[in-house]
């Protein structure tokens, strides 16, 4: 997926004024595993690290904007194998 089509995504996670809770990183979770790419947006008055959640929910970070930020699904490699084909 190139950079341009996530601003078509809607954001599916909203951070209230409570800020970031383990429900909300669970959900996050739950959403990755379903969607594959998350895009989570926040408040003003909201102090948000969007390092920090992608760490938490086992993530990648991809994209900041403003208040929004995207997430990605952490790809898991087969034990034992290289990344590169020799």
């Known amino acids: 997926m190139s950079r341009e089509s996530f601003q078509d995504i809607k954001p599916t996670v909203w951070v209230g004024k409570r800020g970031i ?3 909300m ?7 990755l595993e379903t969607r594959k790419i998350v895009k989570v947006r926040w408040l003003r ?3 948000v690290d969007p390092e920090e959640v992608a760490v938490s ?3 990648v ?7 929004t930020f ?17």
Not at 25 to 31: A, C, N, V
Not at 61 to 67: A, F, S, T
Not at 70 to 84: D, F, I, K, T
């Open 21 to 23: 809770s383990s429900l």
């Open 25 to 31: 990183i669970d959900e996050i979770r739950r959403q």
């Open 45 to 47: 008055n909201t102090e």
């Open 57 to 59: 929910a086992g993530a």
């Open 61 to 67: 970070l991809i994209e900041v904007r403003g208040r």
């Open 70 to 86: 995207v997430l990605a699904e952490r790809r898991s490699r087969s034990p034992g194998r290289n990344s590169r084909n020799i």
